[in-house]
């Protein structure tokens, strides 16, 4: 089973990538399984029970950069979780 991670503190947002993950892993056949996070302090508590993790990149308390950099620092040489950066800012 694929377990994946949504962080990012606009829950319409949240939502609406939650959908575009599930059907892509429908249309793949797979077995998912998808939880959400409003901040990235939550994550680095479970980060090691992902395979992969959509992080946004901008929100409070933590960004997403740090929040990253502070899985990559735990997870050592591990291969998982892999981060995917979101977010609705063009600069970005």
């Keep these: ?25 429908e249309k793949l056949n797979l077995e998912f399984k998808i939880d959400k996070y409003s901040n990235g302090f939550d994550i680095l508590e479970n980060y090691s029970k992902y395979h992969l993790i959509f992080l946004d990149i901008e929100m409070p308390s933590i960004d997403g950069i740090a929040t990253a950099k502070r899985i990559n620092e735990l997870k050592s040489s591990a291969e998982i979780p892999f981060i995917v950066y979101v977010t609705s800012h063009d600069e970005l």
């Design 1 to 25: 089973m694929l377990k994946i991670a949504v962080v990012d503190d606009e829950i319409v947002f949240v939502e609406s990538l939650i959908n575009k993950i599930t059907a892509v892993c």
